[in-house]
């Protein structure tokens, strides 16, 4: 069928990664949410998105040493931060959270990763 949309290749890729995956803009606010995050936090990308992260993310990092706000002020990754984290139906599961700046191709800051 020549008029049949095509999904996205880079909503395919997210969702074939095995771990879950996560972007927010600059403001904190969830841009996209890939299926493991669905599993793991108990929320849909529905709802997810266009959210604070801290509203949907609850680790035992949020209010003592945000992940992203160390990304924001110091520009440096993190890997292997272990956390707890409280999904949607108030399980605690431990994590390990990796974080990043995300840049376009010219090198600007657009937002940040969280895995």
């Avoid at 049949?4 to 395919?12: A, D, F, Q, R, T």
């Avoid at 604070?52 to 990092?61: D, G, N, Q, R, T």
Wanted: proline share 5%.
């Amino acid at each position: 069928m020549p008029n049949e949309k095509k999904p996205y290749l880079g909503n395919l890729i997210l969702d074939s990664i095995p771990v879950a995956m996560v972007t927010m803009d600059s403001d904190f606010k969830i841009t996209s949410f890939n299926n493991i995050a669905e599993h793991l936090t108990g929320f849909s990308a529905s709802e997810a998105i266009g959210k604070p992260c801290y509203e949907i993310l609850h680790s035992s990092k949020c209010d003592t040493e945000c992940p992203l706000q160390t990304v924001q002020s110091y520009g440096e990754a993190s890997t292997g931060l272990e956390a707890e984290f409280i999904n949607r139906f108030h399980e605690h599961i431990p994590v390990r959270i990796g974080t990043a700046a995300v840049e376009d191709n010219t090198g600007n800051f657009i937002g940040y990763l969280e895995v």
